[in-house]
């Protein structure tokens, strides 16, 4: 795809994107990118954990396969890596952690006057932090991107 001023659109959305997608302000319409609509599918995942816990297994269940279709469909837009030069983490795996993260912190908030301060700081600093390496990530994807010379 391009953009009119003739430069591709990126591959991933900005942790921006991402972080509504986690607070379930988007990833609910069809045009929707696709990482966007699975993190959201991600949060949606930690919030019934938190509510459903007898339901642990099958819901961490069907999050690793979510984890598996990002990783998957990354994987199908870039170059491969070298088994040396791989990241420690997936970038599904990021969404996961930080859905996890977003939903945590939100809680906290949410209940701030039964949890301390230093909690709370802590559970939005390691959001931050998550926001931080999926920029990097996607940074790191997005020049493993192929290009098409000449294309329109």
């Known amino acids: 795809m391009s953009i009119e001023d003739g430069s591709t659109r990126p591959l991933l959305p900005d942790w921006h994107e991402l972080s509504a997608a986690l607070?379930?302000?988007?990833?609910?319409?069809?045009?929707d990118h696709l990482v966007i609509q699975l993190a959201r599918?991600?949060?949606?995942?930690?919030?019934?954990?938190?509510?459903?816990?007898?339901?642990?297994?099958?819901?961490d269940c069907r999050r690793s396969e979510v984890?598996?279709?990002?990783?998957?469909?990354?994987?199908?837009?870039?170059?491969?890596?070298?088994?040396?030069?791989?990241?420690?983490?997936?970038?599904?795996?990021?969404?996961?952690?930080?859905?996890?993260?977003?939903?945590?912190?939100d809680h906290l908030l949410m209940t701030a006057?039964?949890?301390?301060?230093?909690?709370?700081?802590?559970?939005?600093s390691r959001l931050a932090a998550l926001a931080i390496q999926?920029?990097?990530?996607?940074?790191?994807?997005e020049s493993r991107r192929p290009r098409s010379i000449g294309r329109r």
């Not at 599918?41 to 819901?59: D, G, N």
């Not at 491969?80 to 983490?89: L, S, W």
């Open 23 to 31: 607070r379930l302000h988007t990833g609910d319409r069809p045009g």
């Open 67 to 105: 984890v598996t279709v990002i990783d998957d469909w990354v994987a199908k837009q870039v170059t491969p890596r070298r088994a040396k030069d791989r990241p420690a983490e997936s970038l599904g795996s990021t969404v996961d952690r930080m859905a996890a993260a977003q939903i945590l912190a």
């Open 134 to 141: 999926w920029t990097d990530l996607a940074h790191d994807i």
């Open 113 to 124: 006057e039964n949890v301390p301060e230093q909690r709370v700081h802590a559970a939005w």
């Open 41 to 59: 599918a991600l949060a949606q995942l930690h919030h019934t954990r938190r509510a459903q816990p007898e339901r642990l297994v099958e819901i």
